[in-house]
């Protein structure tokens, strides 16, 4: 998919309630206060029209924290993903492009999210971490003057010339190096997202040190930590959610 045509697609999900598995969902504006501040989050309910709850697991245990990640893929079927019937590979949230907020289920419970193999278990690690994803591509490839994505060479998604999509490594990041960005409105969700969570469940607003940002972490330092982590502090191959390309420093500067 073209990067211009995702507003188009992410307004059908809006307008219809439904996913690229056909399965229908209730979306409900919502807003919640955030603790110790003025300040409300704005997001949408996002339920299951027919009641499903087989995706996440309806347990709360003590979270200490918030793992990064971003869905290598577009609203729609980012949603139908992540609400896959008995599946249990969720999330709580999803940010949208267009900065929307998609609640999926109480962040109090959890399900899978970090993978087979990741640092400290997947049971013990979905169990005491809240995850969001963001809605994004992820790493693109370079094909003439095109970018396209990892599920098809002929899947353009800009022309190199646009470069308002699309992030260039200097220093190719788990040997990738063009990488699609995140709106600005992504990043002010996040953002305020990021505040809520923290407030709500105690959990410092505190992240790695940079030379252990961008890569896996000893799992007694990292079952330990208690603060903001990614998806790539947990696991070796076949992640890259989220690295370098990410805006750090801005949302560090924004907390």
């Known amino acids: ?14 307008d219809t309630g ?6 229908q969902f209730i979306l409900t504006p919502s807003s919640v206060p955030i603790k110790g501040s003025q300040e409300k989050m704005l997001y949408v309910q996002c339920r299951a029209k027919n009641g499903d709850t087989s995706f996440y697991i309806e347990e709360k245990h003590k979270k200490k924290q918030i793992v990064l990640h971003y869905t290598a893929g577009y609203l729609k079927g980012d949603v139908a993903a992540l609400s896959r019937p008995n599946h249990r590979v969720s999330v709580p949230f999803i940010i949208a492009r267009n900065g929307t907020i998609l609640n999926l289920w109480s962040s109090a419970f959890w399900a899978y999210h970090l993978g ?5 278990g997947n049971t013990n690690g979905g169990r005491r971490t809240i995850a ?7 790493f693109l490839k370079r094909i003439g003057d095109n970018l396209v994505t990892v599920y098809n060479d002929n899947d353009v998604y800009c022309h190199i010339d646009d470069r308002q999509f699309y992030t260039k490594l200097d220093i190719p990041f788990r040997g990738e190096q063009y990488f ?10 996040l953002v305020l997202l990021l505040r809520y ?10 992240f790695l040190p940079e030379d252990k ?28 959610d989220i690295g370098s390309a990410f805006d ?8």
């Open 180 to 189: 699609a960005t995140y709106t600005t409105k992504q990043y002010k969700s």
């Open 197 to 206: 969570l923290t407030a709500e469940y105690d959990i410092p607003a505190t």
């Open 116 to 120: 087979s193999g990741a640092v400290g």
């Open 18 to 23: 439904r996913d690229t598995a056909g399965k």
């Open 132 to 138: 969001i994803e963001m809605s994004n591509i992820g």
């Open 213 to 240: 940002r961008y890569k896996i972490v000893a799992e007694e330092e990292l079952v330990n930590f208690m603060g903001i982590t990614s998806h790539v502090n947990y696991r070796t191959s076949g992640k890259w």
């Open 1 to 14: 998919m073209k990067a211009t045509s995702i507003a188009k697609h992410e307004k059908n999900f809006f």
């Open 248 to 255: 750090w420093d801005l949302v560090i500067r924004s907390l």
